[in-house]
């Protein structure tokens, strides 16, 4: 499994976590609220957390196609919701070790 994270600072966290899961949600199966997110693209899974100054992502993938494209899908959709501020995401090769279980349980599936 290929798997990458990215910790994007910004202090609209929450609202573009739900704004790319409402959109998402129109395409793919979704499930968020708005702290924390899953999202199960046909190329790979998603997880999103929310904190008062970032926004980060974990996402895995079997194939490291699969991982490219989650993370031009992000990488385009983010950039564009967040176009007044200057985003920066910088994809990490593989999970950190401090993944925020006691926020989103569902993190254990991908260690």
């Known amino acids: 499994m290929h798997k990458t994270h990215s910790v994007v600072s910004t202090k609209l966290g ?3 976590l739900q ?3 409402k959109h998402f949600n129109h395409k793919v ?7 924390t ?10 997880f999103m957390v929310a904190t ?6 974990y996402i895995q993938s079997p194939k490291p196609e699969g991982l490219m494209r989650t993370q031009a899908v ?5 950039l564009r919701f967040g176009f007044r501020e200057e985003l ?8 950190p ?7 989103l349980p569902d993190l254990r599936e991908m260690t």
């Open 74 to 78: 992000i990488d385009d959709h983010l």
């Open 97 to 103: 070790e401090d993944l925020p279980i006691d926020k």
């Open 29 to 35: 199966t979704v499930d968020f609220n708005p702290e």
């Open 14 to 16: 929450s609202k573009y």
């Open 88 to 95: 920066v995401i910088e994809w990490q090769d593989d999970l």
């Open 37 to 46: 997110a899953r999202v199960d693209f046909p190329f790979g899974l998603c």
């Open 52 to 57: 008062d100054n970032s926004l980060t992502f």
């Open 19 to 21: 704004q790319l899961c």
